[in-house]
């Protein structure tokens, strides 16, 4: 379960992660098939926002003194999903313990 903490082989502590969000234009329209990349995370953290702008990334946090997970979405398909957008990097802080410190996440996306 997300936030909880687990102990994987060999003794090293890991917390599972959630970060929910949306993706939308200065007009509040969901864009889809924007990349959310989560930087110093596999591939597997990674996602694409869906048709409705939302995206779930999960990982796995092992770095216990890690302050916070920076988020960077990147508009990889051009105008094939109604425009041309600027990249944008949220920060998402994280709790003492690991834990996500924000259930959710809004990006609102300019054009370029």
């Given at each position: 379960?997300?936030?909880?903490?687990?102990?994987?082989?060999?003794?090293?502590?890991?917390?599972?992660?959630?970060?929910?969000?949306?993706?939308?234009?200065?007009?509040f329209n969901?864009?889809?098939?924007?990349?959310?990349?989560?930087?110093?995370?596999?591939e597997d953290a990674s996602a694409r926002t869906s048709s409705a702008g939302t995206f779930i990334c999960e990982g796995q946090l092992t770095d216990m003194e890690k302050k916070e997970i920076v988020m960077h979405f990147i508009d990889t398909d051009g105008k094939e999903n109604g425009g041309e957008f600027l990249e944008e990097t949220v920060t998402v802080p994280l709790a003492e313990n690991g834990n996500i410190t924000t259930e959710s996440v809004s990006v609102i996306l300019k054009n370029k």
């Amino acid at each position: 379960m997300p936030g909880d903490i687990v102990t994987p082989e060999y003794g090293v502590p890991v917390v599972e992660f959630s970060i929910k969000g949306k993706v939308m234009d200065v007009d509040f329209n969901p864009i889809e098939n924007i990349e959310v990349i989560l930087e110093g995370f596999d591939e597997d953290a990674s996602a694409r926002t869906s048709s409705a702008g939302t995206f779930i990334c999960e990982g796995q946090l092992t770095d216990m003194e890690k302050k916070e997970i920076v988020m960077h979405f990147i508009d990889t398909d051009g105008k094939e999903n109604g425009g041309e957008f600027l990249e944008e990097t949220v920060t998402v802080p994280l709790a003492e313990n690991g834990n996500i410190t924000t259930e959710s996440v809004s990006v609102i996306l300019k054009n370029k």
